[in-house]
């Protein structure tokens, strides 16, 4: 039986693509080699690649705006250094709004200053921080803008007269924005895109060679546009799944059509929340996430049952992080909005056992 994936990632993909990325390590498009034992530097792979960085900004509507993507290795954790290695000069601000943003901050003090501009940390980051005032004499701003451990979510963002960077890792391609509000954004793909293994950039290339210091070329934005992000052999099959994905969610009508879901998924889960008193949320309710609802029990003798009916009904991936507890149900953009109804009419029967 397949089961229902809200694991927060590594974290479900469709089905079809799936299908077809399983087809390709057997034998791609009829060429007589698997899609993992050819070169990266084949006609083939080079297609794929270029496919998928062109698909990348046509999602986010970035086509011909002065952006590049890119798909490198080393995740959104690598790149908590490599935002500071390219773009901070003299002073950055970052906005806290959990375990993720205090990991980057970490990374880019080793650069220069780092000023938390806002921060959610007084509260165990249950909220996104409001009327934030950012300073003009910023190298950039950087905040993330969906916070999966506890389930928070810009619903907008600051106008900034400084770069504005982005870690969009967990909602990327989930919802409406205006992207070009943003200089560069990045996203590990294990979420909303493909298999852990590849991350994206997206940079829009003015902001790019002005700091003084060398820059190793492995971190260099630079460096990997002029090679077109084939600097080093690329993560081949996560760019090759992720590029399926972006074309299943293309064909889907974009982000458009898949906003529309997510918002039903997540309407779905809160109104459960909210009416059932077996259940409270933990994240402030103006600022939850869309992609990952956290929520406790009030009754902790109910506890057992609740695991053992999502044991039995096949929800798998709903434990809350270590750091918060409870239970966390993500809600990527792969996920059936039939899983979310499976999961609140066992909230439901739990009440009714109450």
């Known amino acids: 039986m397949k089961k229902h994936n809200f694991s927060a990632g590594p974290c479900i993909l469709p089905q079809e693509v799936m299908l077809k990325a399983a087809a390709a390590v057997q034998e791609l498009d009829g060429i007589g080699l698997s899609l993992i034992e050819i070169s990266h530097r084949s006609k083939e792979f080079v297609a794929i690649i270029e496919k998928a960085r062109s698909l990348a900004l046509e999602l986010l509507g970035l086509e011909n705006k002065g952006y590049q993507a890119l798909f490198l290795q080393g995740g959104a954790s690598t790149q908590f250094l490599n935002v500071a290695y390219n773009l901070l000069e003299n002073k950055a601000g970052y906005i806290n709004t959990g375990t993720w943003s205090l990991k980057a901050i970490k990374e880019a003090r080793l650069f220069g200053e780092v000023i938390e501009v806002a921060s959610s940390q007084e509260q165990n980051f249950n909220h996104i921080p409001k009327n934030i005032v950012v300073p003009s004499d910023l190298d950039y701003l950087h905040l993330t803008s969906n916070n999966t451990i506890y ?39 294990q979420k909303n895109m493909g298999p852990a293994g590849t991350v994206l950039v997206v940079v829009k290339e003015d902001i790019l ?55 039903k998924k997540a309407n779905l889960i809160y109104s459960e ?56 149900a993500s809600m990527y953009n792969a996920l059936p909005l039939e899983s979310v109804g499976v999961l609140v009419d066992i909230m439901s029967e739990v009440e009714r056992k109450a």
């Open 151 to 189: 389930g928070t979510q810009f619903k907008s963002f600051p106008d900034v007269a400084v770069p504005l960077v982005c870690d969009m890792s967990s909602d990327i391609f989930s919802r409406q924005l205006d992207f070009s509000k943003f200089d560069l954004i990045y996203a590990g793909a």
């Open 209 to 263: 060679g002005k700091v003084s210091r060398k820059i190793p070329s492995m971190c260099n934005y630079q460096v990997h546009i002029e090679k077109d992000s084939m600097f080093n052999t690329p993560a081949v099959f996560p760019v090759y799944v992720s590029m399926l994905t972006m074309q299943w969610l293309k064909d889907l009508g974009g982000i458009a059509a898949i906003e529309e879901l997510n918002e």
């Open 273 to 328: 929340i909210d009416l059932n008193p077996v259940f409270s949320g933990i994240a402030k309710k103006e600022d939850r996430s869309n992609m990952n609802a956290t929520f406790n029990i009030t009754d902790d003798t109910l506890v057992e049952t609740f695991d053992k009916m999502c044991l039995e009904a096949g929800i798998s991936g709903i434990k809350g992080h270590r750091s918060v507890g409870g239970y966390r």
